[in-house]
């Protein structure tokens, strides 16, 4: 230390020392210089200096653990931006390979799951009606997020019917609701965008899907036309071939379907058949009627489908089938049997009866039609009922079909006139004006046995 003597200090201390604010390196400099020449009175100077320097490093270490901190976070997010976009991008390639390889929207979903590591992601195709599949996916809460995705056009969160996170997102194309992603407790970063991507990918896919239905439903009524109005020389080995395609092979059971009810119920009808069967099945919407022709194997799998299905869900839509046939040349005069069953179902079942009908639907009586030749049959038929049916012709009446509703309804006279709309003595009327053509015991014993069988025939083989 040195004598009490004040010892001038350099011009660059001073001027240090004159700094209200001071770098870390400016301290240390200004420290070394006391020390060097120290004073008496740079004591409580020294101390003040290095409780400053002190303070300074402190906070200098602090901003630098902040800029490092910021630096790690933004290596972080620059890694999660890269793993979204890489995800986004094989997200884009498995849509390709979807289409490229025609497979359906399961595997598409299957795919998708995978690739984003969303395994509860869900894909719902929103243009198809009355599918087993089309209320799966979707609840109450499931369906507001929808709509809310749907207007503001990106994914919505929020939680389901039972409370569990989920993420809604919606398909729009051209303005077009098409479809919907759900991912159920969403898991990763990037989750809204992958949603994102994914409606852009189900849009695209069911847009696609669309066009490839209709070519392929334009080659398929060809087909099928050829089948139900064969040529001159029969089918050609080519045509053959297209029909093995669709698993309809000579020799081997298959069935006619023949379907009739408004146009929205038929389209309807065949968008359900081509999402549970896609095109293994021959069908077409021919004239007003939806005609199928259909191995055994898928007509068991559609019949289970539409086990008890009533038709006031189908919009009144009646649908006959054929019984086992074999021999591909038989379809056209099998198909007209079908159309006159599932014409007279039309007329004489109720709304809340099967959408799907065939010849045993009507009992001992369908067992016997499909084992004879019609034509003889229905000679017989109008031979026997000859009187009522020229009446009927003759005079606009209804004689035909009050004897038919007399053996069916039981004899009740309330009942056939509620069903047809008439006072009960305008009945009473007919049945003595039935008696007088036929005689009094027409509705008795062997008679009456007769002239139901032929009545029951008439429904079901001829138009009313």
């Not at 086992?324 to 809340?352: F, N, Q």
Request: aromatic share 4%.
């Amino acid at each position: 230390m040195s004598s009490g003597v004040d010892q001038p200090q350099p011009k660059a201390v001073k001027s240090l020392l004159a700094k209200r604010t001071r770098s870390e390196p400016e301290l240390k400099a200004v420290i070394a210089e006391t020390l060097a020449n120290p004073a008496p009175a740079d004591q409580e100077k020294l101390v003040t200096l290095l409780n400053e320097l002190t303070a300074l490093s402190a906070k200098n270490h602090t901003i630098k653990d902040q800029r490092l901190a910021q630096l790690e976070q933004q290596v972080e997010q620059q890694r999660e931006q890269l793993q979204v976009a890489e995800t986004l991008r094989r997200l884009d390639t498995v849509l390709l390979q979807t289409l490229t390889a025609g497979a359906d929207i399961t595997e598409l979903q299957q795919q998708l799951a995978q690739v984003s590591g969303q395994e509860t992601l869900t894909l719902l195709n929103l243009t198809s009606r009355h599918t087993v599949r089309d209320t799966a996916g979707l609840g109450i809460a499931a369906q507001r997020l929808l709509h809310l995705s749907n207007k503001q056009q990106v994914p919505a969160a929020g939680a389901d019917d039972n409370g569990c996170p989920i993420l809604v997102a919606a398909a729009k194309r051209g303005g077009e609701l098409v479809g919907a992603v759900l991912i159920h407790t969403p898991d990763g970063v990037g989750a809204r965008e992958v949603a994102s991507r994914c409606a852009e990918i189900l849009a695209a896919f069911v847009v696609a899907e669309r066009r490839l239905r209709g070519d392929l439903a334009v080659r398929r009524q060809e087909l099928l036309e050829l089948v139900l109005d064969p040529p001159a020389g029969g089918l050609s080995n080519a045509t053959q071939r297209r029909l093995a395609a669709h698993g309809i092979t000579q020799d081997h059971p298959f069935r006619i379907v023949v379907g009739i009810g408004n146009q929205q119920a038929l389209e309807a009808m065949d968008h359900r058949l081509e999402f549970d069967f896609g095109s293994r099945l021959l069908r077409g919407i021919i004239g007003g009627e939806l005609v199928l022709v259909i191995n055994e194997k898928n007509f068991v799998a559609l019949r289970e489908t539409l086990a008890g299905q009533r038709r006031r869900a189908w919009q009144g839509m009646v649908m006959g089938h054929s019984p086992r046939l074999h021999r591909i040349e038989i379809v056209p005069p099998e198909l007209a049997v079908i159309r006159r069953v599932v014409a007279a179902a039309a007329h004489s079942r109720r709304s809340d009866s099967d959408v799907l009908v065939s010849l045993e639907s009507y009992g001992v009586l369908g067992a016997f039609l499909s084992r004879v030749n019609i034509e003889p049959t229905k000679v017989a038929m109008r031979e026997t009922l000859a009187p009522l049916l020229e009446y009927d012709e003759k005079h606009k009446t209804e004689l035909v079909k009050t004897a038919y509703n007399f053996f069916n309804e039981g004899r009740n006279i309330a009942a056939i006139a509620q069903l047809m709309h008439v006072h009960e003595n305008t009945v009473r009327q007919r049945l003595e004006r039935i008696a007088g053509l036929l005689g009094p015991e027409w509705c008795y014993g062997q008679a009456g046995l007769d002239y139901h069988i032929m009545l029951s025939l008439l429904r079901v083989l001829e138009d009313e």
